[in-house]
């Protein structure tokens, strides 16, 4: 049976991104109508072990959903990684009378809330916010369509002067130990080649492809590197080709963290509205450990700890059509 909840807590924790302020929005407003208590808490897991929470109403959430980054800030905890420091979280939850909480974020606040759960048995529900899209169980994660906007946007400016000048760019994109942006944008940007850490490409992979570039007379070519790869950093693999190409003019940007920046797109913003819904009304019947996703445009509670440990997979027909346009 579902257990009596009367208030609820909602932080952001990880990296930001853009859609959180909209999903903190979508919690508090449901959570207005359904007429329960709501408390914002500031600083993710931090905040609540020292108890910097206040209480929201429908009004305290208003002109934000177009707001990049997110009203209740956000932090990687280490003291959360402890059980003193969810023992004191426990405490303040207890302090305050919440009886369950929401958390918006990726793997790692999603992992702390499990374990939060198992301990205290405290109805916990994860939202998807990470630019990364590295979550099972969830098609998009809330901020990821905003950053490959923004990465597309970047890389296109990139490309007017690479033309210009018949340069070779390595263009570095996050996502941690996945290559989720890279291969989006990737596609949408018709880079000549795309350097994942899911794949174990050696350098006369990519010695190949900036041969058949070159062999094709193309005036500019974009490599998109992603982060965690296993050939290297983009200053390294520039190394690398350059002493093997030194006719080649080769240049890097690291796009960094302006990725996680600027306004939520229409997109994020409808995803992010529908999830707050889903993760209180979830909670209001009983769902708990679990993470509201959307598969296939079907609204899904995945548990937690699957949605981290059993990790998404990238579009092996995305890494294909790459290869055939890149030509
Ligand atoms: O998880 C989101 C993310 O932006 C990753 O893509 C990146 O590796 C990491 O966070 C950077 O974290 P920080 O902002 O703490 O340097």
Known sequence: MAKAIKSIAVLTSG?????????????VRTAVFYEKTVYGVRRGYDGLIEGDLEEL???????????????????????????????????QLQKHGIDAL??????????????????????????PGTIDNDLFGTDYT??????????????DKIRDTASSHNRLFFVEVMGRDAGFIAMSTAVATGALD????EENKSYEDLFAEIERGASRRKTSNIVVVAEGNKL????????????????????????????????????????????????????????????????????????????????????????????????
């Open 57 to 91: 109403n429908a009004k305290s959430v208003k002109n934000i959903l177009n707001l990049g980054g997110t009203l209740l800030k956000s932090a990687r905890s280490e003291e959360f990684r402890t059980e003193e420091g969810q023992q004191k979280a426990y405490d």
């Open 102 to 127: 929401v958390v918006i974020g990726g793997n790692g606040t999603f992992t702390g809330a499990h374990r939060f759960y198992e301990r205290f048995d405290v109805p916990v529900i994860g939202i």
């Open 142 to 155: 809330i901020g990821f369509d905003t950053a490959t906007n923004t990465v597309v946007d970047c890389i």
């Open 232 to 327: 290297g950093d983009s200053f390294e693999i520039a190394q690398t080709v350059r002493e093997r190409f030194p006719e080649i003019d080769t240049k890097v940007t690291i796009l960094g963290h302006l990725q996680r920046g600027g306004a939520p797109s229409c997109f994020d913003r409808v995803m992010a509205s529908k999830l707050g819904v889903a993760a209180v009304e979830g909670l209001l019947n009983g769902k708990e450990d679990v993470m509201a996703g959307i598969v296939d445009d079907e609204l899904t509670y995945t548990f937690l700890q699957q949605a981290v440990k059993n990790k998404a997979q990238l579009d092996p027909e995305l890494l294909r059509i790459s290869k055939i346009l890149a030509i």
């Open 194 to 197: 795309v350097i994942l850490p």
């Open 15 to 27: 990296g930001d991104s853009p859609g959180m302020n909209a999903a903190i929005r979508a919690v």
